[in-house]
């Protein structure tokens, strides 16, 4: 049977938290979601759930969010997909929005999937553009497809709620806003034990050397042109003396050079940081989408016909050996010079 697709009003975002933190990606996709509200014309809201998350939906509301629906139980302390599932498919279809957005993290794409198939509706997974249409008002969707080789945009003509998971690090984040209000609506829904067949025993964290390149302001990168190991070492004391992290290609993580928390582009992270040097990365698409949003990028390569000098700001041609440290060294010197002015 068709839906009614009239009945479908405002956007939703999946406010995804963590042991009482919102995740980072929330703050951008509230962000996001403003300019597509008011485009539409229709407000925004968040969908929280946990366990004594009121705190969290007055943060919401200072980014942002009109409504704030609410389910707070024991049962939805931990993320399970059973719970998380049923109660917000339950909210979708009494309150009906007809655009939900969730983060692409590891939640997002466990939970995205789960619902869309519930509540019969597409799902455009890992976008990193949304417009809306000024025609009809629909979602457009953009994503990486075919390997990344192209980039497509995807429409969810008939089915409410237009659903999209977004990468973590490419939209602006909402600025927060301790003066704005809106309403907290607590849900009311029914779930018990027997509808969640997992249990959460306990939570372990890794002790892997795990990096945020999402939060980072200057990302020094590495790909396979630091031949081993040991180059990163060196892009570590480059990327330290700006506060900075120390990301990869793919191909420096395939070699088992570094963990995957650092690999930057479209299997990675997505980034968005003021400063990327790319020191001996070629610049293969499925890299660049994951970078091309940074304010200024510098590339190293000996290869003056490298593609990663197309995305470049400014490019070095010339091997990262003499020049990664040649640029750490100067930094010494302005840091010296700076402590001798201040002396
Ligand atoms: C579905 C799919 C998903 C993918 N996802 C990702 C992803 O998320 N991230 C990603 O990075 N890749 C991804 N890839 C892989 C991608 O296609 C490339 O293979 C990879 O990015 C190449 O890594 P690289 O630039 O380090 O290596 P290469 O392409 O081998 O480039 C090495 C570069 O180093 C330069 N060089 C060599 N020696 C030196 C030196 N001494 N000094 C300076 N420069 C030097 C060379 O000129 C060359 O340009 C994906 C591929 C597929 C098919």
């Not at 979708?92 to 509706?121: C, Y």
């Not at 990262?320 to 002015?341: A, F, G, H, Q, S």
């Amino acid at each position: 049977m068709d839906m009614d697709l009239s009945l479908y009003k405002n956007i939703w975002v999946f406010a995804e938290q963590r042991q009482g933190k919102i995740s980072p990606v929330v703050v951008e996709l509230l962000g996001e979601g403003k300019k597509l509200a008011n485009e539409v014309g229709v407000e925004l809201c968040a969908v929280l759930l946990g366990k004594d998350v009121n705190g969290l939906a007055k943060e919401l509301i200072s980014y942002g969010a009109q409504k704030v629906y609410v389910a707070d139980s024991s049962l939805l302390e931990n993320y399970t997909t059973d719970a998380y599932t049923k109660v917000i498919c339950d909210a979708v279809n009494q309150f009906k929005p007809e655009i939900m957005l969730l983060g692409a993290t590891h939640i997002g794409r466990d939970l995205a999937p789960r619902m869309s198939s519930r509540l019969d509706t597409g799902l455009t997974a890992d976008c990193t553009r949304l417009e809306i249409d000024p025609e009809d008002k629909k979602i457009m969707q953009t994503r990486p497809a075919f390997g990344g080789n192209i980039m497509a945009t995807i429409i969810c003509p008939n089915n409410r709620p237009q659903m999209s998971t977004v990468r973590p690090g490419v939209m602006d984040k909402a600025l927060k806003d301790e003066s704005k209000v809106g309403e907290i609506i607590n849900l009311d829904f029914k779930l018990s034990e027997k509808d969640i067949r997992t249990k959460v025993i306990k939570t372990v964290k890794t002790n892997k050397d795990m990096v945020s390149l999402v939060d980072a302001n200057v990302i020094v990168s590495g790909g396979l042109g630091l031949r081993d190991e040991k180059g990163f070492e060196m892009l570590k004391k480059l990327a330290d003396k700006f506060g900075g992290v120390v990301g990869a290609s793919r191909a420096a993580v395939d070699a088992g050079w570094i963990d995957h928390s650092h690999q930057v582009g479209q299997t990675g992270t997505t980034v968005k940081p003021t400063v990327y040097i790319a020191c001996g990365i070629s610049g293969a698409i499925q890299h660049v989408v994951g970078m091309q949003e940074a304010d200024v990028v510098i590339a190293i390569n000996k290869n003056p016909s490298a593609l990663i000098f197309g995305v470049a700001d400014y490019g070095i041609v010339g091997d990262v050996y003499d020049i990664v440290p040649m640029l750490t060294e100067e930094l010494d010197n302005v840091d010296e010079l700076v402590k001798r002015l201040n002396a």
